[in-house]
């Protein structure tokens, strides 16, 4: 890896000593540089959790990935910068059955640092966590408009999202995970079901998205959605969306996420298959 070309991709211009200050903000520079997309899989190619490749795709090429491409990539820096990094498998609650999905359904990575437990996860779209969490509190953690709490489950591990637009509003369990460490390549099984299952969000639609000041741009299938969040001016979020033709696409990936595909997209937005309930 060439440290000072991930920096570099992410703005990162700071000192890098190992610190929850530089740690933040190597998170957030992430999320607001690197977008969590699934194209490759949408125009003749595959993933694969090879460190180098991962380097080249989101480094060299300027694209993003999903869970194990960010996430995975994501450590290795941490590690290269001197941070305790462990890599951890969490399970997405399916928001349609309520059930969870297997493990290594989701990579996240948990850092230790100076005594305390943080966990980071920069590739989880739109219902993830600017910042990283707390491990050491189980209270509310605010970021902006919305808040996350990790509630301690026996020995699994719950991250919540409260409900936006409400002080009070209901907790909802987004995904779940153990503090057992893990090695990239125990995803491959799960990176490759999420590239061709039709019970996957992944295999079903086409999609990118990336924070930004403010808000965030999302793209799936033929449609471009615009979110702005609350300030101190306005309550609510706001959305706007238009639909896409086929020549546009190429042109609206590249102006809004800095991507730029080297085979055709093949746009999807299909109905996705209730994955049977296991767990």
Not at 17 to 40: A, W, Y
Not at 42 to 70: A, M, P, Q, T
Not at 171 to 198: A, D, G, I
Request: with cysteine; proline share 6%.
């Amino acid at each position: 890896m060439d440290v000072e070309k991930y920096l570099m991709r992410i703005g990162f211009v700071s000192s890098v000593e190992p610190s929850l200050d530089v740690l933040r903000s190597l998170h957030t520079g992430h999320l607001l540089s690197v977008p969590f997309e699934n194209l490759t899989a949408h125009s003749g190619g595959e993933v694969k959790l090879d460190l180098d490749l991962l380097y080249e795709k989101i480094v060299i090429r300027r694209r993003g990935g999903f869970c194990c491409e960010n996430n995975g990539l994501f450590a290795w820096l941490l590690a290269q910068l001197g941070f305790q990094v462990t890599l951890l498998s969490g399970q997405v609650r399916n928001a349609e059955t309520g059930h969870y999905g297997p493990p290594f359904d989701h990579l996240i990575i948990l850092v230790t640092l100076d005594g305390q437990r943080w966990l980071c996860d920069v590739g989880f779209g739109s219902d993830g966590f600017s910042v990283p969490l707390s491990l050491d509190t189980s209270g509310p953690q605010e970021q902006g408009h919305r808040a996350f709490r990790i509630r301690p489950d026996g020995d699994t591990c719950v991250m919540e999202l409260q409900s936006e637009g409400e002080e009070h509003g209901d907790w909802t369990e987004v995904y779940k995970f153990t503090l057992e460490p893990r090695r990239l390549e125990q995803f491959t099984q799960m990176c490759q079901y999420h590239q061709s299952s039709p019970s996957s969000l992944f295999f079903c639609k086409s999609l990118c998205t990336i924070m930004k000041p403010g808000g965030r741009i999302s793209y799936v299938g033929h449609r471009l959605t615009t979110t702005t969040f609350p300030t101190e001016e306005t309550r609510g979020v706001f959305k706007t969306s238009r639909e896409l033709q086929d020549q546009e696409i190429p042109g609206v990936l590249a102006e809004n996420f800095g991507i730029i595909l080297n085979s055709t997209l093949i746009p999807k937005d299909d109905e996705i298959t209730p994955p049977p309930i296991l767990y």
